[in-house]
């Protein structure tokens, strides 16, 4: 079965640094896509960054742009979030997901780390 799993969460003061990883594992054709998303408490859950697995393009939102790094390391089936400069406002629980278009629509989603940016 596929399974996405993060580590990397913890508790880190304002203006640190934290990278999550998002290990992928059980699945028999490589992903199109990876992406980072991203729930405060009583917050919907939003988009953070994207990465194409086959062609590496990356896309942030306005919110983390400048600030977070997407990136991925197809061999070892991982993709990482680097976040630097944190903000309260990052304090959430966040997501890896992951999906691939052939033969079929598929989108798999992890169980999330927590992320807590407080002084």
């Known amino acids: 079965q596929v399974q996405l799993v993060e580590s990397g969460g913890g508790l880190v003061q304002p203006g640190g640094s934290l990278r999550l990883s998002c290990a992928a594992s059980?699945?028999?054709?490589?992903?199109?896509?990876m992406r980072w998303y991203r729930q405060a408490s009583g917050k919907e859950r939003e988009w953070v960054a994207s990465i194409t697995t086959a062609g590496g393009s990356t896309n942030y939102a306005d919110s983390v742009k400048g600030r977070f790094t997407i990136s991925k390391d197809n061999a070892a089936n991982r993709v990482y979030l680097q976040m630097n400069s944190l903000k309260p406002e990052d304090t959430a629980v966040y997501f890896c997901?992951?999906?691939?278009?052939?033969?079929?629509?598929?989108?798999?989603w992890g169980q999330g780390t927590q992320v807590t940016v407080s002084s």
């Open positions: 997901y992951a999906n691939r278009l052939w033969p079929k629509v598929e989108q798999y």
């Open positions: 059980g699945f028999a054709f490589r992903f199109d896509a």
